[in-house]
């Protein structure tokens, strides 16, 4: 008897403690995370670009660099998770991609020289924590302050970024080019 139960608490604990999603939870994660990266998008652009209508880049830039931060705390309380936005060419310190957000844009900027689909990707981690992570890509108004200078960046621009971020490298950008990761990491 006394293995019966051994046996049995031992393969609770093992499904208990699975690192996988069954189909029906990477659904349910994939909806929420993509709810919670659009509304952060939303928030962040219309707050953006409020700033850019009444000052241009010289209003813009500054508000970003001081109340981007904010905004996504604010809404990380809010849907209790942690939103992080990153990239591997940043403009703040800050946002500095975890090893496994590397390997993910790594694999997107493949899949985008291979012409494919780039999908969210939600996972279990090795402390139990669940993930989702989705590309951002570059539209055509983020080329104000994240293009080509004398393209779609102006030399006005670029040094009021480099005057606020000094070791800015978050430019060069075309339209529909990989500009980085959502990654959310639910609280529950």
């Given at each position: 008897?006394?293995?019966?139960?051994?046996i049995?608490?031992?393969?609770?604990?093992?499904?208990?403690?699975?690192s996988?999603?069954?189909?029906?939870?990477?659904?349910?994660y994939?909806?929420?995370?993509?709810?919670?990266?659009?509304?952060?998008?939303k928030?962040?652009s219309t707050?953006?670009?409020?700033?850019m209508?009444?000052?241009?880049?010289?209003?813009?830039?500054?508000?970003?660099n001081?109340?981007?931060s904010?905004?996504?705390e604010?809404?990380s309380?809010?849907?209790?998770?942690?939103?992080?936005?990153?990239?591997?060419?940043?403009r703040?310190?800050?946002?500095d991609?975890?090893?496994?957000?590397?390997?993910?844009?790594?694999?997107?900027?493949?899949?985008?020289?291979?012409?494919?689909?780039?999908?969210?990707?939600?996972e279990?981690?090795?402390?139990?924590?669940?993930?989702?992570?989705?590309?951002?890509?570059?539209?055509a108004n983020?080329l104000?302050?994240?293009?080509?200078?004398?393209?779609?960046?102006t030399?006005e621009t670029?040094?009021?970024?480099?005057?606020?971020?000094?070791?800015?490298?978050?430019?060069?950008?075309t339209?529909?080019?990989?500009?980085g990761?959502?990654?959310?990491?639910?609280?529950?």
């Amino acid at each position: 008897m006394f293995k019966k139960v051994l046996i049995l608490a031992v393969l609770i604990s093992f499904v208990s403690c699975s690192s996988e999603f069954s189909e029906k939870e990477k659904q349910e994660y994939t909806v929420k995370g993509k709810e919670i990266a659009q509304a952060t998008f939303k928030e962040l652009s219309t707050n953006l670009m409020t700033q850019m209508k009444a000052g241009g880049p010289a209003q813009a830039i500054p508000f970003c660099n001081q109340e981007a931060s904010p905004i996504t705390e604010a809404l990380s309380k809010k849907y209790n998770v942690e939103i992080k936005r990153t990239s591997n060419k940043l403009r703040s310190c800050d946002n500095d991609p975890s090893e496994r957000e590397i390997e993910i844009m790594d694999s997107y900027e493949q899949l985008m020289l291979e012409n494919k689909e780039l999908k969210p990707i939600v996972e279990i981690d090795e402390n139990q924590k669940k993930h989702f992570y989705a590309p951002i890509k570059i539209k055509a108004n983020c080329l104000v302050c994240h293009g080509k200078v004398n393209e779609t960046m102006t030399v006005e621009t670029d040094s009021i970024i480099k005057s606020i971020y000094q070791f800015d490298i978050a430019t060069g950008y075309t339209e529909g080019d990989l500009r980085g990761l959502w990654s959310i990491t639910f609280n529950k």
